[in-house]
């Protein structure tokens, strides 16, 4: 299994302004994914983050808004750009292990309150 | 989209088995099952997975069908502490490895 920290746990945040998260796991990993939870919502996958390029982002989701850097195998980092209310969420940081079964593990997420 | 339905909620009697049912019918003949579950906003818990047979650990049991259309996990003696929202996955992609979440089931175990 593999350890997922993420920092901050929580944060209250004025609109317009800028959040990076940070996820850091315990061992090298190759997929690494990141998720928005939106309060009483089921898990939404905003990007895959790539080790050594640009992340690969879902419908719905871009570049400008969610920045994505995956400068290793241990680590990434997620900013919400120009918050608004809305982007009250909880934002959780996945690993997958590339074998055929390779379950996911998550971090325990950063909730994030916009005002 | 999620390739998985789920029913919204469920109850289950402290010390009951609880069956959590999974509607899969799209599922592809390489991707596997997984079963996580989310306790109170924390990150979720991964609990088991299955491509064909069945499957059992400590936690749960894994029945799926063998037409693999659909799947019902089972906890065996529910306790108060498993009172969670439960999600039904089927892994997309043998490359990507993307996990897409459906809405899942909310079961509430009862005293």
């Known amino acids: 299994s593999a350890v997922i920290s993420q920092k901050p746990s929580r944060d209250i945040c004025q609109r317009g302004t800028s959040l990076t998260i940070q996820c850091q796991v315990d061992?090298?990993?190759?997929?690494m994914f990141w998720y928005r939870q939106q309060p009483g919502q089921s898990l939404t996958l905003i990007a895959t983050?790539?080790?050594?390029?640009?992340?690969?982002?879902e419908s719905g989701f871009v570049i400008d808004k969610f920045p994505i850097s995956r400068p290793n195998l241990t680590f990434s980092t997620l900013t919400v750009s120009n918050m608004s209310p809305e982007d009250s969420s909880i934002y959780l940081c996945?690993?997958?292990?590339?074998?055929?079964?390779?379950?996911?593990?998550f971090g325990q997420g950063t909730r994030l309150t916009v005002v | 989209d999620a390739k998985t339905t789920q029913p919204t909620s469920m109850d289950c009697a402290e010390g009951r088995a609880a069956n959590l049912p999974c509607n899969h019918s799209?599922?592809?003949?390489?991707?596997?099952v997984y079963w996580y579950r989310q306790i109170h906003s924390q990150g979720p818990q991964y609990i088991i997975h299955g491509l064909k047979n069945n499957e059992t650990n400590e936690m749960a049991s894994l029945i799926i069908t063998e037409d693999r259309k659909s799947s019902t996990l089972i906890l065996p003696h529910a306790t108060l502490r498993d009172t969670a929202v439960y999600y039904c996955?089927?892994?997309?992609?043998?490359?990507?490895?993307?996990?897409?979440f459906g809405t899942g089931t909310r079961l509430k175990v009862l005293a």
């Open positions: 996955i089927v892994r997309i992609g043998s490359g990507t490895y993307k996990y897409i």
């Open positions: 983050a790539n080790q050594g390029s640009e992340a690969t982002y």
């Open positions: 996945s690993v997958v292990s590339r074998t055929p079964g390779g379950e996911a593990f």
């Open positions: 061992s090298q990993v190759t997929m």
């Open positions: 799209t599922i592809s003949g390489n991707e596997y």
